[in-house]
Every structure is written in C-alpha cells, then in structure tokens.
C-alpha cells in the first residue's frame, strides 16, 4: 500500500491552540500557535530559505551530499545548523532540512512575540515548544503497531525535535528498513538528521544494539522508537508511550 498521499501527520486532536498550514515552494508547513499567524511564518519561511537555497547555487555538493560536509564558517546560520547536524549523525547536511526549517521558524515565532508556544510540522518531523504534554501518533505503515501508539513528550523535555525515518513510506531516502524510527532531540535539525541516520543501520531487530551504540555517544539525544514489522524498540529513560 502506498501512504505518501496520505496527511496523517496532519491530524491534531484536543488542542485550544490555532491550527493553520502555510507553503511555500517545497517548504509545506502544520502550525500550531496561539493564534493564526500565516504571514508572518511565511515571511520567516522565506527569510530562511533565500540564503539556504543561495547557498545550495553556489554549492552543489551540499544538495546530494550522502556523507557530512564540513563546517564552513562562512555559511547562513541555516547551513551552519544543517552541516552540524550532518557532522553528528554521519550523514548528508540535506538529510537535517525538514527539522531545521522547522526549529527556525519554531523559534522565531516565539522570539518576536508573535507566541509563547508553538509546534510545527513539517512532512512529518516535528518542532515543540508547547506549554502542556504532546502526543503523537506513530505511523508506521503495515505494521500492527501502526496509530496504535503515542509518544508522549512532556513539557520538560521541550523544546524539542521529533523526527521521523522510515525504509518502506514516504520520500525521504533509507537504506534501512524500519517501517519507521523516530527520534527525539533537543535540536530538531539533528534529531530529523539523526533517524536518517539510525534508519540507514535497522535492517532487521538484530540491528537495535547498533542502534543503541551509536546512541548512548551522543549529547541531548533524548529517546528513539523504532518500529520494525512486528518489533518494538524504546530507548531513553524519560521516553513514555501509550495507547492511542
């Protein structure tokens, strides 16, 4: 079964908080905000962007790099955040893009008043810095686990990054074949770069003790859950789901 034309990231359930989508070129985004604040994302969306895809022009490379770049110390903040992200998780800068994106326009939201809590999605990898404990859904395609579970991210580990790999759905490139991981991360950026990561490593449960190794290296990596066909694995001491 094909799922990447189904919006399932895009349902939120329970919320007192606006719920508004904003896209732009590929960047395509789920807001939650205190009020409606099409505009003034969009604006932050294009503020990023200019310089990320200036950069891109000038730097090819950085586009289908599969492997980390090194740090430039003369690139848009953007760029800076996505090369480190790549450097961390041993993969391409590109592979942190979606988290990046939306960490930033995250961020600056709150920084310019516009609201004191937020999340945003963006295909699927998420930004919280919300005021009251987050649920999310896991999706992972045919396995029975499939939105039968949430993650539940409460308020002390935010703000945060929960992003999502998988080696059977979506666009996003895996080599492994998790039907899908999901990291949480302090930074959004490398937590969407580090299940890019941990997802190429899961090719079957025999995989979860690679998984593992590589984790406990890592600073402000708060949790990983993967779904491998009949499989669950949970990692991280204050990582909590339930049933949906």
């Known amino acids: 079964m094909k799922y990447s034309q189904i919006p399932f990231y895009r349902v939120f359930i329970s919320t007192s908080l606006k719920t508004f989508r904003v896209v732009y070129k590929e960047t395509d985004l789920q807001v939650l905000a205190e009020k409606e604040l099409i505009s003034e994302t969009l604006y932050i969306i294009r503020n990023i962007r200019t310089p990320l895809e200036a ?42 893009v979606a988290g990046a994106i939306a960490e930033y326009v995250g961020k600056t939201l709150i920084e310019k008043g516009y609201t004191s809590q937020v999340a945003i999605e963006n295909g699927g990898d998420i930004y919280l810095a919300l005021s009251k404990t987050a649920k999310v859904a896991l999706f992972a395609g045919d396995s029975p686990f499939s939105c039968k579970l949430a993650l539940v991210i409460n308020t002390d580990l935010m703000p945060c990054g929960v992003c999502t790999s998988s080696g059977k759905i979506g666009h996003s490139l895996s080599f492994g074949k998790a039907d899908a991981i999901t990291v949480i991360h302090k930074n959004a950026a490398i937590a969407d770069a580090l299940a890019t990561s941990f997802g190429n490593i899961l090719k079957s449960s025999q995989d979860f003790k690679k998984v593992i190794s590589k984790a406990e290296k ?27």
Do not use: C, H, R
């Open 218 to 244: 890592i600073s402000g990596l708060l949790g990983i859950i993967s779904i491998l066909n009949d499989k669950l694995f949970i990692w991280g001491k204050n990582i909590k789901v339930e049933p949906v």
């Open 55 to 96: 950069y891109i022009l000038k730097n090819p490379n950085f586009l289908k790099a599969k492997k980390p770049l090194p740090m430039d110390k003369t690139a848009p903040s953007i760029v800076k955040s996505m090369l480190k992200a790549g450097i961390i998780a041993g993969v391409g800068p590109m592979a942190s």
